[in-house]
């Protein structure tokens, strides 16, 4: 499975984002998908993770009610919509993907895409 992030970039303090993780080369919809970030000087950290139908998603708390997941087997894409945007936001974003349910450390993926960076300004 190759997987690509896009959709980062540069928005204010409560502005939105929505990232997207497309998968190729495998059937996605069998694949649970986790997101991570990266912020600077600081190890990568699990975000949100959802699991192959779309039913059960989990997210860190500092996320929680602000960052949505959902994806669209169709289309082999996963979505992170991320409202009400905060500069401790700002990171390197990755989405990773592995067999069954979503997990929370990166060392449980197999698949991981390149990163998009999400920065936001106060």
């Known amino acids: 499975v190759q997987l690509q992030a896009y959709g980062g970039g540069l928005v204010q303090a409560g502005g939105s984002l929505r990232l997207s993780c497309t998968a190729s080369?495998?059937?996605?919809?069998?694949?649970?998908t986790g997101w991570f970030r990266r912020a600077p000087g600081k190890g990568r950290v699990f975000v949100a993770g959802?699991?192959?139908?779309?039913?059960?998603?989990s997210y860190r708390d500092s996320v929680k009610g602000r960052f949505t997941l959902s994806r669209d087997n169709a289309k082999n894409t996963v979505y992170l919509r991320m409202n009400s945007l905060r500069p401790e936001d700002t990171a390197v974003y990755s989405c990773?993907?592995?067999?069954?349910?979503?997990?929370?450390?990166?060392?449980?993926?197999?698949?991981w895409g390149q990163g998009t960076q999400v920065t936001v300004s106060s």
């Open positions: 080369g495998r059937t996605f919809r069998s694949y649970a």
């Open positions: 959802i699991d192959e139908n779309g039913i059960s998603t």
């Open positions: 990773a993907a592995r067999s069954g349910s979503y997990r929370y450390s990166t060392s449980e993926y197999d698949y």
